[in-house]
């Protein structure tokens, strides 16, 4: 079964609204979860690394005041997607990393998110 | 130089087929290093971990180069349901190559 829920899923939202997802793992306690995005036909890219208690890690270009995260327990990341345009429509996939060594990364099943 | 970076793709080849995958890596203390799969408009999947002495799991073939800082996956007897998308990933990045396509064709 699945070790990392995500949801929503799917959201379709008007321009302006503020989308928050939420990323858990189910069988581990992550102190670090990771977000990514993906944009059709292109690769998974690491937007931040959230850290549980600290404040997250953000790659270059991702602006942190416009994808908010927040990791307050060991199992639950969330992603705020603040006042969202169309060009922020894009799957949005967290993972959450096994802490057992040499373990694997797993991931949520994704949020597919369109900005009207 | 990008922290992982993949052949670029795609590739097309006939049912049957053995086609490999390489990926190189930057960072040469990484230590962990993993193939996914990913089908369109889907999240990843775990194909198979990659161990330093190389390692099988029924077509597939994982193998890992310490000195020329790469990993490659290996399909034999390729079927049409192998038709996808192959990321690799180096657990101490975190990052992604940015995939290889496959579509198996009859």
């Known amino acids: 079964g699945a070790v990392v829920s995500q949801h929503p899923s799917w959201v379709i939202c008007k321009s302006g609204t503020s989308v928050k997802i939420e990323c858990r793992s189910l069988?581990?306690?992550?102190?670090?979860m990771f977000w990514y995005r993906q944009f059709p036909k292109q690769s998974l890219m690491l937007m931040a690394t959230?850290?549980?208690?600290?404040?997250?890690?953000?790659e270059q270009g991702v602006e942190k005041d416009k994808f908010l995260i927040n990791h307050a327990s060991l199992t639950l990341s969330t992603l705020t997607v603040t006042s969202a345009h169309p060009e922020d429509s894009s799957f949005y996939i967290c993972?959450?990393?096994?802490?057992?060594?040499?373990?694997?990364?797993?991931f949520g099943d994704g949020t597919r998110l369109s900005i009207l | 130089r990008k922290e992982v970076e993949q052949d670029p793709g795609p590739f097309n080849v006939p049912e049957g087929a053995t086609v490999a995958f390489n990926c190189t890596y930057s960072?040469?203390?990484?230590?962990?290093f993993f193939w996914y799969r990913q089908d369109c408009r889907k999240e990843p999947k775990l194909l198979m971990s990659?161990?330093?002495s190389g390692n099988e799991d029924g077509r597939f073939t994982a193998q890992l180069n310490r000195a020329s800082q790469y990993i490659s996956l290996l399909i034999r007897d390729s079927k049409l349901s192998d038709s996808a998308t192959y990321l690799c990933v180096v657990r101490d990045d975190m990052r992604f190559g940015a995939g290889t396509r496959l579509t198996v064709k009859p």
């Open positions: 069988d581990f306690q992550a102190t670090t």
């Open positions: 959230s850290n549980e208690g600290s404040k997250a890690t953000y």
């Open positions: 990659v161990y330093s």
């Open positions: 960072n040469s203390a990484s230590q962990s």
């Open positions: 993972s959450a990393r096994d802490p057992g060594l040499g373990q694997p990364q797993h």
